[in-house]
């Protein structure tokens, strides 16, 4: 059974995830600058008829604004398959981008939370280093579990060991002393 278009034969979709809703934050101020654009008539003409017809035309206003958003949000999704590794991006109404990465040419995976709208909303963003260069993803929902998913998939897989501690620890401080 196909979970999505672009899905060979022979493959297994393992888990699906997306961006956090907050990417949506812009489109949500400007569809509610849209409803209130929708009642000042009724601050010109106060008139209950006048503020209802206005409040309506506010609601459509606020839909045509954020549906593109909303779009671009829920279409764009990540896809982990037992052979692949899919980015589907939809940007606007009309534009749509694929990323597709064998799994064994990803070496490793990491993520950031910085800041404290990170922190408190949960999301963060995905740095996946790869034969072909690194794919950096921000605003991932929950990026810590996504990242815990995706390396026990490439360990099951056999792609990447398991951990080193010594190596863990003289690469952590490579990297402290760098900063």
Not at 19 to 46: D, N, Q, T
């Amino acid at each position: 059974m196909k979970h999505f278009r672009d899905q060979l034969e022979d493959e297994e979709v393992l888990f699906v995830f997306r961006k956090h809703p907050v990417v949506m934050r812009r489109g949500l101020i400007y569809a509610s600058i849209a409803l209130l654009l929708g009642v000042i008539p009724s601050i010109i003409k106060p008139e209950y008829s006048v503020l209802v017809i206005g409040f309506l035309v506010g609601i459509v206003l606020s839909i045509a604004v954020m549906l593109p958003f909303w779009i671009t949000w829920y279409y764009s999704i990540f896809i982990v398959t037992d052979q692949r590794f899919v980015q589907l991006t939809q940007k606007g109404l009309w534009n749509r981008s694929v990323v597709d990465i064998a799994l064994p040419q990803i070496q490793m995976v990491n993520y950031e939370v910085k800041g404290l709208e990170e922190t408190v909303l949960g999301f963060g963003t995905i740095m996946m280093q790869t034969f072909v260069g690194d794919l950096v993803i921000h605003d991932i929902h929950h990026p810590e579990s996504i990242q815990k998913s995706m390396l026990k998939v490439l360990r099951e897989k056999g792609i990447i060991g398991g951990t080193n501690t010594n190596f863990n620890r003289g690469n952590n401080e490579a990297i402290q002393e760098d900063n």
